[in-house]
């Protein structure tokens, strides 16, 4: 067998085909499937909420409102956010078809006011 042909099986790529790529984890685009993204697995303790693309998610929205004059946060933790969505997704159940970036901007925003 060629140096070429030992590459190929080395890395595991046939040749003419590509492996597909999966998301785990794939972007929330709704209220539904934020809240079923960041709810806890059952027999989870509830201070593991979502994990850490749930938390990646809504902290980079919450960081994205670090420039509003009206937004104050004081340096909680990511768990105290997510948990701020959460509780507002718990609590407006028919807004979840609305976009979850818009719906975490209006948690965020709305448990952060000045």
Same mark, same amino acid.
């Given at each position: 067998?060629?140096?070429?042909?030992?590459?190929?099986?080395a890395?595991?790529?046939?040749?003419?085909t590509e492996a597909p790529i999966e998301q785990e984890h794939p972007r929330p685009n709704t *209220?539904? @499937?934020?809240?079923?993204?960041?709810?806890?697995v059952l027999g989870t303790p509830k201070k593991i909420i979502g994990g850490l693309y749930c938390s990646g998610y809504i902290m980079g929205i919450h960081d994205?409102?670090?420039?509003?004059?009206?937004?104050?946060?004081? *340096?909680? @933790?990511?768990?105290?956010?997510?948990e701020q969505v959460m509780k507002y997704l718990d609590d407006h159940p028919t807004e979840w078809?609305?976009?979850?970036?818009?719906?975490?901007?209006?948690?965020?925003i709305e448990?952060?006011?000045c």
């Open positions: 067998m060629n140096s070429f042909g030992l590459i190929i099986l890395t595991g790529i046939a040749l003419g *209220g539904r @499937s934020l809240y079923k993204q960041c709810s806890p994205g409102l670090k420039e509003r004059v009206d937004f104050c946060t004081y *340096g909680d @933790s990511p768990q105290y956010f997510i078809s609305q976009s979850a970036p818009s719906l975490i901007r209006k948690a965020l448990a952060n006011d």
